[in-house]
């Protein structure tokens, strides 16, 4: 029985077009954290221009959440991001290789173009899901 976070990219399956599995397996018993999602806003409520910038500052606020339920990312198990054009996909993508750097299991990933925000400005949001095992 497997005891711990388990990427799954099956070797029949084309392999992720980027920094993510196509899976990730939790088992049963695990603390689980579900985040909102995160805009790239700054406590003094102004509002980077760039979406790479607004990403950062999404998985900045996601690692404060986290680290409120014990978490750190190395405990992300989804990832879910939005962004308002395919022009930001790369600045988003961009922050989220840097968040998910040195990670020895990549979690899933998704990322949507929609149509925008509850503020014009935004152009990023992101959302995880965050799992740990607990030893014994």
């Not at 920094?19 to 018993?29: D, L, Q, R």
């Amino acid at each position: 029985m497997v005891h711990k976070l388990q990427a799954l990219t099956p070797d029949s399956l084309r392999p992720p077009f980027a920094a993510y599995s196509h899976g990730t397996f939790t088992p049963h018993g695990a603390a689980w954290v579900h985040t909102s999602g995160q805009l790239g806003i700054r406590a003094d409520d102004t509002i980077p221009n760039s979406a790479r910038e607004q990403a950062a500052l999404c998985f900045a606020a996601i690692d404060a959440i986290l680290a409120a339920g014990g978490m750190t990312s190395a405990d992300t198990v989804r990832i879910n991001a939005f962004v308002t054009d395919r022009a930001h996909m790369a600045g988003y993508m961009a922050a989220r290789d840097a968040w998910v750097a040195g990670m020895d299991r990549l979690p899933a990933s998704t990322l949507v173009v929609v149509t925008g925000f509850t503020r014009p400005e935004f152009k990023v949001e992101v959302e995880v899901t965050a799992a740990r095992i607990h030893t014994a």
